[in-house]
């Protein structure tokens, strides 16, 4: 797990193509949301700035760079062992239930703690996947999702309340947490692994931007939209549209830009890890020269 993922570290190229479509045409009704706001989301930080995200999916930004600092951190330091993953998955969860029981919450923001059970089941899947089964692997995973689920849980039913005004049950978000947990391990432990096709790898391109450019516009085109089409051919055609334009951020902005940010990226981090090995690492004895010089003819 060091530098093969790297690439996940990029996810800057979609969110600068959907930020600047919607500063170009910004549709109105647009909640308090200004100009001046594009650039800290384009940082990742702007929840932690106090900034208005400017789509409502982007609030998963200021989470996932918290994870990305951490696991860059780790790096430097080369704790990226087998072990170190694994205590890594035990203690960030847990220290994420602590918190949220002591209601330490300042805290618990900046550690994404009710979201370290997410990632930790990642990474222990990941862990199983090359290196294979064990009884600590799996139990790991499932303490996980069931922090998880439950974290989930809380989230979902107080976002459900907010965004529609429905009290659903809890149990509902959490079983989608379990089956996501589930679904990847179906898709990366068993034969299913093993399905190739091209098609794969160009939906699989397409599911970070469609993920950043789908709320925002796609609420106001209902808006615009429902008193004059079908609800079911307004939804199929959103949809549509949306793929298509997930397509051109991936095609014209992802495949050119990524690859150079990931370069740039695994030199960072290299460097980095160079800098932390050198300023971790002990002074050299110096072994003072003796007065007493002798020479070639004396010493044989």
């Given amino acids: 797990m060091g530098l093969d993922g790297v690439y996940t570290l990029n996810p800057e190229e979609p969110v600068i193509a959907a930020a600047v479509i919607s500063l170009r045409i910004w549709p109105t009704g647009n909640e308090g949301r200004s100009a001046s706001d594009i650039l800290p989301n384009l940082t990742m930080m702007q929840a932690g700035f106090g900034v208005t995200d400017m789509d409502g999916v982007y609030w998963t930004l200021w989470v996932e760079l918290r994870f990305y600092i951490l696991l860059a951190v780790l790096?430097?330091?080369?704790?990226?062992?087998?072990?170190?993953?694994?205590?890594?998955?035990?203690?960030?969860?847990?220290?994420?239930?602590?918190?949220?029981?002591?209601?330490?919450?300042?805290?618990q923001e900046w550690i994404a703690g009710e979201y370290a059970a997410l990632f930790a089941a990642g990474m222990?899947?990941?862990?199983?996947?090359?290196?294979?089964?064990?009884?600590?692997?799996?139990?790991m995973v499932a303490g996980n999702t069931a922090i998880a689920a439950y974290f989930t849980g809380i989230k979902g039913r107080k976002?459900?309340?907010?965004?529609?005004?429905?009290d659903i049950p809890a149990w509902h978000f959490q079983l989608l947490a379990v089956l996501c947990v589930v679904l990847l391990a179906v898709c990366t432990l068993t034969p299913l692994k093993n399905v190739q096709g091209k098609w794969l790898a160009v939906a699989g391109s397409l599911t970070y931007p469609l993920y950043l450019i789908h709320q925002l516009w796609g609420w106001w085109l209902i808006n615009q939209l429902h008193d004059v089409v079908n609800k079911y051919v307004l939804l199929a055609g959103l949809m549509v549209l949306m793929l298509f334009v997930a397509y051109l951020v991936a095609r014209y902005v992802e495949q050119p830009f990524g690859l150079p940010l990931r370069n740039a990226t695994i030199n960072g981090?290299?460097?980095?890890?160079?800098?932390?090995?050198?300023?971790?690492?002990?002074?050299?004895?110096?072994?003072?020269?003796?007065?007493?010089?002798?020479?070639?003819h004396q010493i044989r």
């Fill in 75 to 107: 790096l430097a330091f080369g704790l990226v062992k087998n072990r170190h993953i694994l205590w890594l998955a035990g203690i960030w969860p847990a220290l994420g239930l602590y918190l949220h029981f002591t209601n330490l919450d300042s805290l």
């Fill in 124 to 139: 222990v899947l990941y862990l199983i996947y090359q290196n294979g089964h064990s009884a600590l692997r799996w139990a």
């Fill in 159 to 166: 976002d459900a309340d907010f965004l529609s005004g429905l």
């Fill in 269 to 296: 981090l290299t460097m980095a890890r160079s800098w932390a090995k050198k300023a971790l690492a002990k002074p050299e004895l110096a072994i003072p020269e003796s007065k007493y010089q002798q020479s070639w």
